[in-house]
T-cell receptor, first 114, second 111 residues
Framework: DAGVTQSPTHLIKTRGQQVTLRCSPK?????VSWYQQALGQGPQFIFQ???????QRGNFPDRFSGHQFPNYSSELNVNALLLGDSALYLC?????????????FGPGTRLLVL | AQRVTQPEKLLSVFKGAPVELKCNYS??????LFWYVQYSRQRLQLLLR??SRESIKGFTADLNKGETSFHLKKPFAQEEDSAMYYC?????????????FGKGTKLSVIP
């Protein structure tokens, strides 16, 4: 089991463009959360998906949207990119109802907006 | 609103010296706190949680509700402890599972 995987590893976009990041959860996990980690900051919660629905959302604008597929994988979409969206985007998966120890993080996708 | 504060961006200690990474929190509910660690070129991973009251890799952390602190301690630092450490608080309720992280402290253990 490769654990949580994310693609791509790196991405460069320009302002105004749209981007899609992908996450495959650890085998057996059904819940996916996304975090944004700006340089020098801790991860900030974007949203969480379970049963293909957004269950929780952090303080992020509607430009940030997501999706979860029947196989539990997830996508994070960001529209109308801003320079400030440059960050490491982390995906974390867990089993719904499981303890905190069951949450695993992926390696992240580093997004640079020029 | 919940908040986690890690006052030190960088902490340097000599090998064998004691280590204390500070974490303070603000949260109106009953908190559940964690320490996460990220070693160089590795992904973020859970180090320990206050509920389990365990010692991992020689690290311990005690929740002090009076001082709203959850400092991470180790009596004798090792070179392999060099990493980024993040304190995190869980915002729970109605099945939510939102982790709030501090900005992190980079621990550098000098040989």
């Amino acid at each position: 089991d490769a654990g949580v995987t994310q693609s791509p590893t790196h991405l460069i976009k320009t302002r105004g463009q749209q981007v899609t990041l992908r996450c495959s959860p650890k085998s057996g996990h059904d819940t996916v959360s996304w975090y944004q980690q700006a340089l020098g900051q801790g991860p900030q919660f974007i949203f969480q998906y379970y049963e293909e629905e957004e269950r929780q959302r952090g303080n992020f604008p509607d430009r940030f949207s997501g999706h979860q597929f029947p196989n539990y994988s997830s996508e994070l979409n960001v529209n109308a990119l801003l320079l400030g969206d440059s960050a490491l985007y982390l995906c974390a998966s867990r089993l719904f109802g499981g303890s905190q120890e069951t949450q695993y993080f992926g390696p992240g996708t580093r997004l640079l907006v020029l | 609103a919940q908040r986690v504060t890690q006052p030190e961006k960088l902490l340097s200690v000599f090998k064998g010296a004691p280590v204390e990474l500070k974490c303070n929190y603000s949260y109106s509910g009953s908190p559940e706190l964690f320490w996460y660690v990220q070693y160089s070129r590795q992904r973020l991973q859970l180090l320990l949680r206050h509920i389990s009251r365990e010692s991992i890799k020689g690290f311990t952390a005690d929740l002090n509700k009076g001082e709203t602190s959850f400092h991470l301690k180790k009596p004798f630092a090792q070179e392999e402890d060099s990493a980024m450490y993040y304190c995190a608080l869980i915002y729970s309720g109605a099945g939510s599972y939102q982790l709030t992280f501090g900005k992190g402290t980079k621990l550098s253990v000098i040989p």
